[in-house]
C-alpha cells in the first residue's frame, strides 16, 4: 500500500525554523522527482521545492528560495524539508509527492508561523 507519512510541523515564530520529515512507503522514492507541496486555507495546493533522484538536482518556488532546502534519503526512503527564516505567509498544510504522476496524498503536516 502506497503511503506518504508528513510530520514535523507546529507553531514557530516569525524567524524561526522547521524541519519537516516525509516517509514513504509501499514504493521507493529513489527512481522519483519528490516534491514538497504546501496549501494554505483557501488556496490551492501547489509546488514548492522538488529533487531529482539521480543527481538531487533542486527547484524552488520564488517564495521560499534562499530559505528552503529540500532533500531526500533514499536510503531510509525519506523526503525533508527546513525551513528558515519563515514568515506567516508560510502558514500552510505541508504535503510531499512525486512531482510527476502524484500518487495518493498523505494528511499533511501543519505549520503556522505567528507571534
Known amino acids: 500500500q502506497v503511503q506518504l507519512v508528513e510530520s514535523g510541523g507546529d507553531l514557530v515564530q516569525p524567524g524561526g525554523s522547521l524541519g519537516l520529515s516525509c516517509i514513504a512507503s509501499?514504493?521507493?522514492?529513489?527512481?522519483?522527482?519528490m516534491g514538497w507541496y504546501r496549501q494554505a486555507p483557501g488556496k490551492e495546493r501547489d509546488l514548492i521545492a522538488s529533487?531529482?533522484?539521480?543527481?538531487?538536482?533542486?527547484i524552488y518556488d520564488d517564495s521560499v528560495k534562499g530559505r528552503f532546502t529540500i532533500a531526500r534519503d533514499n536510503s531510509k526512503n525519506t523526503l525533508y524539508l527546513q525551513m528558515n527564516s519563515l514568515k506567516p505567509e508560510d502558514t500552510a498544510v505541508y504535503y510531499c509527492?512525486?512531482?510527476?504522476?502524484?500518487?495518493?496524498w498523505g494528511q499533511g503536516t501543519q505549520v503556522t508561523v505567528s507571534s
Open positions: 529533487i531529482t533522484s539521480n543527481r538531487g538536482t533542486t
Open positions: 509527492n512525486s512531482v510527476f504522476g502524484s500518487l495518493a
Open positions: 509501499g514504493f521507493s522514492i529513489s527512481d522519483k522527482v
